[in-house]
Structure formats: C-alpha cells, structure tokens
C-alpha cells in the first residue's frame, strides 16, 4: 500500500498570500496518477488538480500541482476567501487508491 | 447536469445489513470506472471499492474485503454497495465517486455525489 503523508496539518495564512503544500509518498507513484482535491465543511471533496499537475475543468489558475516520484505539491498563488478548506492529495495508480490525511488551510 | 446521487443510509446494528445505490444522470454511465468513497466523522478520506466499466474489475480495500460488494446496473444507471457485518468503524459518510476519463479503468475522481451517513450502532 502506497501510504501519502501531507504536511504540514494546518496551514494558517492570511487572503492574498501564498499556501504550498506537501504530499509525500511511501514509495514512487507515476505523476500520472496523482491528484489533489479541495474538501469544504459539509461538502464532498471537488477535483483540483490530475495526473500531479493539470487543472481540472473549471479550476482556476491560481491552483498549481507539481513534483514526481515520491514529493508532490499543490501551490495556490494567492488564497481566495473561498479557498480555506482541507486539501487531500490522492494515488489512483494502484490499489487501494490511497488518500493523504489532508493539510487544513485556515484564515490567521 | 452530470449529477450522482446516493441513497440507502441510515442506522444500523453491529453485525447488521445495509445497501447503498448511487444513481447517476447527465453522462453515459456504462462508460465509466466508479468507485466508492468514505469518510468517518472528523476523519480524513478512504477509498472502499472500485468497478470498472463493464464490472470486469473489482476492487476493494482490505478492511471490507468478504464483508462488502459493489455492483452496477448499467440499464438502471445505478451503482450499489452492499455491507454486511457492519461495524462500529465502517459508520462514515459514503460517497460514490466517477472516474474522469472515458472507459478508463483508473483515473482521478471528478464526479461526486453528496454523501450517505451509515451508522453502525448498538
């Protein structure tokens, strides 16, 4: 089982700056198969970012993904009001597709 | 509107019995890999199952393995899950989840439905 840590837990940021955060894997996943999603209180997680870097439809660009082998990561370039929510990267290339823990990105 | 939406949660006994169905619309349903989703309370995600397309592949993730079974009914647009020998630590919210691409057996989940709590609970 590919286990994924994300660090850090929580990520407290003031709107308009920068967030970077860290998915890493127990053994090398394909960048074909890693994804983030975005997860808000009562709401079923939504699809940020596929394939460790492309955009899912809709996205905006302030959203990247980026990284291969076992470091990943999600940069938003500037945190939007609508943007604090916990973030969950994601394996699919094997099973069980594995989920991180989440990193919590909250208003400072 | 492409939309999937659960139905068959609720409360139930340890060792007991319950069947989720998630019934899609708005896509071409036999096309798609789907999967199921869940989430204890105050807890992070958990992928359960996965049927592709046709159902040629089945997955599970271990703790459910012999207890769980997911099927679809392609005519019916509709997934299922059915679990049995319930436990306290299957009580979750499950989602069922579509894989993004066409006729693929894995992908990114780019579809999901709002979720059905299951309770397990003496």
């Known amino acids: 089982e590919v286990v994924l840590t994300q660090s850090p837990g929580t990520l407290s940021l003031s709107p308009g700056e920068g967030a970077t955060l860290s998915c890493r894997a127990s053994q090398s996943v394909s960048s074909t198969y890693l994804a983030w999603y975005q997860q808000k209180p009562g709401q079923a997680p939504r699809l940020l970012i596929y394939g460790a870097s492309s955009r899912a439809t809709g996205i905006p660009d302030r959203f990247s993904g980026s990284g291969s082998g076992t470091d990943f990561t999600l940069t938003i370039s500037r945190l939007e009001p609508e943007d604090f929510a916990v973030y969950y990267c994601?394996?699919?290339?094997?099973?069980?597709?594995?989920f991180g823990q989440g990193t919590k990105v909250e208003i400072k | 509107e492409v939309q999937l939406v659960e139905s068959g949660g609720g409360l139930v006994k340890p060792g007991g019995s319950l069947r989720l169905s998630c019934a899609a619309s708005g896509f071409s349903f036999s096309d798609y890999t789907l999967n199921w989703v869940r989430q204890a309370p105050g807890k992070g995600l958990e992928w359960v199952s996965s049927i592709t397309s046709s159902s040629g592949y089945i997955y599970y993730t271990d703790s459910v393995k012999g207890r769980f079974t997911i099927s679809r009914d392609n005519a019916k647009n509709s997934l299922y899950l059915q679990m049995n020998s319930l436990r306290a630590e299957d009580t979750a919210v499950y989602y069922c989840?579509?894989?993004?691409?066409?006729?693929?057996?894995?992908?990114?989940?780019?579809?999901w439905g709002q979720g059905t709590m299951v309770t397990v609970s003496s």
């Open positions: 994601q394996q699919y290339g094997t099973s069980p597709k594995t």
């Open positions: 989840a579509r894989v993004k691409a066409i006729l693929a057996p894995v992908g990114a989940f780019d579809i």
